[in-house]
């Protein structure tokens, strides 16, 4: 097979938690330009709907769902409605997720709980559908968990710890289903993140942004292109014997 037949993604059906904005959007550019069918996801209509617009004027084929994945009794629907329109999955991607700033001794109960179940529950209980419905029964598949470089370890000064703790959870997250359904040849993998300005994450910078750059040995956060070679890359055949591995994508800064 030749290179450009293992990155060629014409055709196949991904879908993208989270795919309304920020680095969920730019994943979703990418393999929209590979020619993959974008099913995408999101709280908020509006924000989908200018996705969507976006996308679709990029040459992509565009199916948006609207919900909010903490409230799990709505993922089977959620996912059938994908299945409906496609017929199959061939990529998730598991962005979708939340953060909570407070120091550990005072954290919120509830702000726990809505991390926990936003970054880690529901990756858990989307990925168990694509793959109970649609994956094994094809004995094909691609899942691509988006992690954290903040999972690999503790964050001096910023009081993040639960979602610290989520995106700690996903990268192990990866390697177990990794483990499991290796033998449905479901290949699953994590990316890792580091600072990239988002809605979440640009108050964050706005405080400690120059201190991060000056720690990363490429001397920058991360930018609007960063992810999307990534993605493709697992997404496609080119990464068929690669599974459970995370990949950091934060300039240097985890090895610095």
Known sequence: MS??????????????????????????EALGEMGVKLAITARKPNQLDQAAAHLRGLGAEVLTVEGDLSRFETIPAMVGRVLERFGDIDILVNNAGATWGAPAEDYPTEAWHKVMNLNINA????????????????????IINIASVAGLSGSIGIPTIAYNTSKGAAVNFTRALATEWGRHNINVNAICP???PSTMSQGLLDKIG?????KTPLGRIGGDEDLKGAVVFLASEAS????????????GACVA
């Open 240 to 251: 068929r014997h690669v599974t459970g591995q995370y990949l950091a994508v934060d300039g």
């Open 210 to 214: 120059q201190a991060v750059i000056a």
């Open 3 to 28: 290179v450009k037949a293992l990155f060629d993604l014409t055709g196949k059906v991904a879908l993208i938690t989270g795919g309304s904005r920020g680095l969920g959007l730019q994943m979703a």
């Open 123 to 142: 990756m858990f209980f989307v990925s168990q559908q694509v793959g109970k419905r649609s994956m094994i029964p094809r004995r094909s598949g691609k």
């Open 194 to 196: 580091g600072f990239f």
